[in-house]
């Protein structure tokens, strides 16, 4: 009896270490999670069943929308921010605010530079294009500066049935910004993630005072440093609770409307 006794013992003991091990284990760092697909959110899937405190185990880095698409977030530096359609930032309760679509991952410097005076969109795109190794891996982007001009816009809260994407920014709020400074947050995903994500640079901005931002359109950098995290693996979770997800057709190619909805006008 006192054998088994020792036995059980042990493996209690050995389970307990074992826990404690998998709980020890670092975040994988070199993941981009991300929740739903920007195809489904052009076709005014709106709802998500995902908390921010739940994605926020998956990485600290990230853009993304909120429920009803109300407004634009960014988040870095350990907190996460809604842009709202006023183009003021608000600081968000992770485990109160669910997203119908976000990204995230977490951040470390693979790539470093200073970014010209006088880069605007296109130019940082180039810049970019020379700094990392390949256009077939996904990359964090993070630009801190000076900015000489910013614009940004968001997009207001929507009630149902809700419209697609294109409609909402055909009356977007936008913002100008002269001599500010701040940081750009965002990612390059590469060509086959068509219909899943942004193909190219998605980026959203954040001044310093943490009390405006939102998706940015144009830009001009008057001093700024740039910092790239190449990241390898790219994991997709798909809502299973939200009824207008399994019902839309993702076979349509909405590239045109992603471009319209994107893009400055």
């Known amino acids: 009896m006192r054998i088994r006794c020792f036995r059980f013992i042990g493996i209690l003991l050995a389970f307990a270490v074992a826990c404690c091990l998998a709980q020890a284990q ?7 999670v991300q929740t739903s697909t920007i195809d489904a959110l052009l076709d005014g899937v709106f709802d998500g069943e995902m908390t921010y405190g739940q994605l926020s185990q998956y990485g600290d880095f990230g853009i993304g929308t909120f429920n009803g698409l109300d407004g634009e977030m960014i988040a870095f530096d350990g907190a996460i921010w809604q842009i709202r359609a006023d183009g003021k930032a608000y600081r968000v ?9 976000a990204a995230m991952t977490f951040f470390d410097t693979d790539y470093y530079a200073r970014v010209p005076a ?20 996904f990359y964090a982007i993070r630009v801190d500066g000076v900015f000489k001009y910013m614009k940004t816009r968001s997009v207001p809260g929507q009630k149902k049935p ?3 994407l294109v409609e909402v920014t055909k009356n977007q709020p936008e913002f100008e910004f002269h001599n500010v400074v701040g940081t750009i947050v965002g ?3 590469p060509p086959f993630a068509k219909g899943v994500n ?8 954040l001044n310093i005072s943490r009390t405006g931002g939102g998706h940015v359109l144009a830009f001009e950098v008057e001093q700024a440093v740039i910092s790239i995290d190449l990241t390898s693996r790219y994991y997709l979770m798909l ?3 939200i009824a207008e997800f399994a019902g839309t057709d993702l076979s349509k190619d909405r590239e045109k409307e992603l471009h319209d909805a994107e893009k400055d006008k």
């Open 93 to 101: 309760d992770p485990a109160a605010a669910h997203t119908p679509f």
């Open 198 to 205: 942004v193909v190219g640079d998605h980026l959203h901005f």
């Open 239 to 241: 809502p299973t609770t």
């Open 187 to 189: 990612f390059r995903c």
């Open 118 to 137: 006088g880069t605007d969109f296109a130019g940082l795109s180039k810049l970019i294009d020379g700094l990392v190794p390949s256009s077939n891996y």
């Open 26 to 32: 670092p975040a994988d760092r070199e993941v981009l």
């Open 162 to 164: 809700y419209p697609p």
